[in-house]
């Protein structure tokens, strides 16, 4: 997937810093550093054995991960995660946890100041790439002068205003900091890529049931809320991990790029899983509205610097037997499946 030297090991000798290391896809990133021979450092807010013991059991991490307690907005703090590093994977987003009442202070601001922090300290370590992780968020939502019909690449960019009416502060978050990440890199002469990834499904390396998963179980299990049939965009989180490595270490890369293969409808999507389970109660075909389907985002700038990915069908099954392991698929009593309210935003 990504090109490697004679002895296999395409990042030998190389330091690299990973922000938030501990979360879903820098989990996998970290992984898959490790193996290719990188030395890691990853920050993470909370050294705490719960936060970092998947990260502590990777392998080579004894030798070759060493971990940072940084938050975003303490500069001083993440530029000594960077010191010493040829490269930047800047992963950690602020997701504030329950309804947001002051969006410039728990999310925007954050956002931006903590990506303009990760990449001030990039400069000042001389590194020799940042990779910044966006979403599809900054990409596909009712873009301005972008026909309904013609297929989304890098060129699109979500309208932040239109976000802005609609209280979607992740997405304003997104797309705020995405422009300033490449922004920078244009003042600077830093060389900064950016990846967007779709929705993420996965198996996970921790112990705790993320929003994206949530996503997907909902749909298994059911419950009392109302989706619309989205055409969503998905990912695997392994195929996104590959996708951030190979875009930091493509000397051709620059600039966005959508991490988006697979994309399918809310009813389609049911309609498949029904197809590849029989055990499950399924949310109703009545609680998912109709809309219209735009054209959807494509993922070729990516596929043409050698980027492969796993099927739909596999990444839904890695998932649902992951889940199924970790007991998410049980009732809880009282205490109904919801579907994440972040998804109805976006």
Not at 52 to 70: G, I, M, Y
Not at 187 to 206: E, I, K, R, S
Request: neutral net charge; charged residues 25%; hydrophobic residues 40%.
């Amino acid at each position: 997937m990504v090109g490697r030297t004679e002895d296999g090991a395409a990042g030998s000798g190389e330091t690299v810093c990973v922000t938030g290391a501990g979360g879903y896809i820098a989990s996998w990133l970290v992984k898959l550093l490790l193996a290719r021979g990188y030395t890691v450092h990853g920050t993470v807010r909370d050294l705490g054995e719960k936060k970092t013991a998947h990260l502590r059991q990777l392998e080579k991490a004894s030798e070759n991960l060493k971990l940072f307690k940084a938050d975003l907005l303490a500069y001083d703090a993440m530029a000594a995660a960077i010191v010493g590093c040829q490269g930047v994977f800047h992963v950690a987003t602020p997701v504030p946890s329950g309804k947001i009442t002051d969006p410039e202070r728990e999310m925007l601001g954050p956002a931006v100041n903590g990506t303009t922090n990760v990449l001030k300290a990039a400069s000042a370590a001389n590194v020799r790439r940042v990779v910044v992780v966006s979403s599809m968020v900054a990409v596909e939502i009712d873009p301005k002068d972008w026909p309904k019909d013609k297929i989304k690449d890098e060129g699109c960019w979500s309208d932040k205003e239109a976000c802005r009416n609609n209280e979607d502060w992740y997405s304003v978050a997104k797309i705020t900091s995405e422009q300033a990440a490449l922004e920078y890199g244009k003042q600077t002469g830093l060389d900064v890529v950016t990846v967007n990834p779709a929705v993420v499904f996965g198996p996970l390396l921790q112990s705790t049931l993320n929003t994206s998963c949530q996503f997907l179980v909902y749909f298994l299990k059911g419950g009392p809320d109302q989706m619309r049939n989205k055409l969503w965009h998905i990912v695997d989180v392994r195929d996104t991990a590959d996708a951030l490595l190979l875009v930091y270490e493509a000397p051709e890369a620059s600039g966005r790029h959508i991490c988006a293969p697979h994309f399918i409808s809310a009813r389609d999507l049911l309609d498949l899983l029904k197809s590849m389970y029989t055990e499950y109660p399924f949310m109703s075909k009545e609680s998912i509205c109709d809309m219209d389907h735009p054209a959807p985002m494509t993922s070729d700038k990516l596929k043409k610097l050698g980027w492969k990915v796993r099927s739909l069908k596999e990444t839904i099954a890695d998932t649902i037997e992951f889940c199924k392991k970790a007991g998410f698929l049980e009732d809880v009593a009282g205490n109904p499946c919801r579907f994440p309210d972040i998804y109805n935003k976006i």
